[in-house]
């Protein structure tokens, strides 16, 4: 091999990895989002587990993006680990249509006709090439843009494998290499080597690739390609082992299924195999194997190892837990751990699990509300700590949330995705400010228990008038958040308006008890406090419900929005702010 060969095949190399890794990149943006949600939630027995996890490592083309997928579902709790085993296994079966996408870089046009050379390689290449480079460049839907970019890395993967095979042609005549090739037909050399290379790479079908290329050298036998390929099956697990880094033990069981099923089903088949071949003598395994032949031994292998442990999903998953056992240390599952970082490679994942977690924050910000509300006509300090101890693990919620949210930002989302991300920031600060304003309700509550304070009759009735709007906003705001679409949405604006103008009322109620001395100056200040806090709490349902709507709406200016809302408001407003008005008179 020469000098010159040797830069072309490191190019080709170089331009086959990228061009993978940007077809794959096309291939999640088109269809993957919505497949791993399908993943997650439709993976209920070990047989669909296998179907599904076929499904979608042929389309986003990597097994170990879907392995490592898995493992932050297990890490989660969103997914048990005999799900996990399922998947992981039709994993391993679809990541084989990479090979064989992968064998159409050996076609080639022939004959004399001039119309034979559209059948080759270096046309269709071409044709991608123009057509990917045209939507990228030129269209501006989404849709089209990620085509183009599958495409175009369509297009870079099979120049780099033409690349690489036209680098490697040479190869077939040089001795020391025959005789390399030759050592790697025992079945340990061959899956050792097969191991390494594809553990450095990371990535089997990258492995699988370079495999196929090689082949035009003609001494790279059938046997040889077998016991590589089974080596490259199990190094593949490298990358999903490193994922389970800081995980939880059912995320580290999850991650060593990959490697504990190729390594099994590599000690189970290689010695039927090689006995039946000793007995038997297959006359094609010491022929030359071809692009198409390699991509035929991973597909059987792979679908030979799955078929075989099947039936012992729960075997597998009790040696699982053998081998990785439970720590004392290990913290029960929480809701939090949804947040994971694995699930930031896949933006529709990421996005639903931190909408999932919004929506139990916001369910505990207004069950301390309703809490901190109780203790305002029975007061104790066992719910009195209990909201105190709430409003922690609310802050918490808010702080890991808001910095995944973030993090989901910095990701190449399209426009809903975008819109959703947008709406969750916009809205998980009211959120958390309902729930300060709940502590705020309970401190007022412990002041009016340790001063035994009284309200008169009035001052309750009227109390209990606006808490009950209150519970009214908040329950609309929370439904709101869950489906946009609800017409109850255009309901907290209106409702908004008279609480404020409720508030107002109650405010110069009181000062006239306090001036006709039917209520102390001091019974006076907390009855502020505690209107002021209702009225916030109103703000913030307000708020949310403003956002919700001018995203949907594709509006930014909110202040915009709401002003003119309140300017030119509609019948429906009216109707609705007329019903409130009626609803909660004093």
Request: hydrophobic content about 45%; proline content about 2%; some cysteine.
């Amino acid at each position: 091999m020469e000098l010159k060969d040797i830069f072309n095949l490191i190019t080709g190399l170089a331009m086959f990895l990228f061009g993978m890794n940007a077809m794959g990149d096309g291939l999640k943006r088109v269809a993957g989002s919505k497949l791993e949600s399908i993943l997650w939630k439709l993976s209920s027995t070990p047989l669909k587990g296998v179907l599904l996890g076929t499904g979608v490592t042929a389309v986003i083309q990597s097994s170990s993006a879907t392995s490592c997928m898995v493992v932050g579902f297990v890490n989660s709790g969103m997914m048990t680990i005999a799900q996990a085993i399922g998947i992981i296994m039709g994993a391993n079966i679809g990541t084989t249509a990479t090979g064989w996408i992968l064998t159409l870089s050996s076609v080639e046009g022939g004959g004399e006709a001039f119309w034979t050379q559209f059948l080759s390689t270096t046309f269709i290449c071409a044709i991608f090439a123009l057509i990917g480079t045209l939507f990228t460049m030129l269209c501006k839907s989404n849709v089209y843009k990620n085509t183009g970019a599958i495409m175009l890395g369509f297009a870079v993967l099979m120049s780099g494998m033409k690349m690489m095979s036209g680098a490697m042609d040479g190869l077939g005549e040089s001795e020391m290499f025959r005789d390399m090739m030759s050592t790697l037909s025992n079945p340990f050399l061959g899956i050792l080597v097969g191991t390494v290379i594809t553990a450095i790479l990371q990535s089997a079908s990258a492995s699988i690739g370079i495999l196929q290329s090689l082949a035009v050298t003609g001494v790279v036998s059938n046997e040889a390609a077998l016991y590589l390929i089974i080596g490259m099956c199990i190094g593949a697990s490298m990358p999903v082992l490193l994922s389970a880094i800081g995980a939880t033990t059912n995320g580290k069981r999850a991650s060593i299924i990959y490697l504990i099923f190729n390594t099994i089903g590599a000690i189970v088949l290689t010695p039927v195999f090689y006995g039946l071949d000793y007995f038997i003598q297959f006359p094609f395994m010491d022929l030359p194997t071809d692009a198409v032949s390699i991509a035929l031994i991973n597909t059987v292998f792979n679908t030979a190892t799955t078929i075989i442990l099947l039936p012992f999903v729960k075997q597998f998953e009790k040696l699982v837990c053998a081998l990785i056992k439970e720590k004392k240390s290990d913290k029960a599952t929480d809701i939090l751990d949804r947040l994971d970082e694995r699930f930031l490679s896949h933006p529709t994942l990421a996005i639903e699990q931190s909408r999932e977690v919004l929506m139990i924050m916001a369910d505990k910000s207004v069950n301390n509300l309703l809490r901190a509300m109780a203790l305002l006509g029975n007061y104790n300090d066992k719910d009195y700590n209990i909201v105190q101890e709430k409003e922690e693990i609310i802050d918490n919620y808010e702080d890991k949330l808001g910095t995944y949210l973030v993090n989901i930002t910095g990701l190449a989302l399209d426009k809903n995705q975008s819109r959703e991300v947008s709406k969750s920031l916009h809205t998980i600060g009211d959120f958390e400010r309902i729930a300060d304003h709940a502590v705020n309700i309970s401190h007022v509550a412990k002041e009016i228990h340790e001063k035994k304070l009284e309200f008169s009759h009035e001052a309750n009735r009227e109390l209990n008038i606006l808490s009950a709007a209150i519970e009214e906003i908040v329950a609309l705001s929370v439904k709101s958040f869950r489906n946009t679409k609800d017409s109850d949405i255009y309901r907290i604006e209106p409702l908004e308006e008279m609480i404020d103008l409720l508030c107002d009322e109650m405010k110069l109620r009181h000062i006239q008890r306090v001036q006709s001395g039917n209520c102390t100056l001091n019974q006076g200040f907390v009855f502020s406090d505690l209107i002021t806090n209702y009225e916030r709490i109103a703000d913030h349902c307000s708020n949310i419900a403003v956002a919700l709507i001018e995203l949907d709406l594709d509006e930014l200016e909110t202040h915009a929005y709401l002003n003119d809302l309140k300017e030119h408001k509609s019948a429906e407003f009216i109707n609705y702010y007329d019903e409130y008005k009626t609803k909660y008179a004093l």
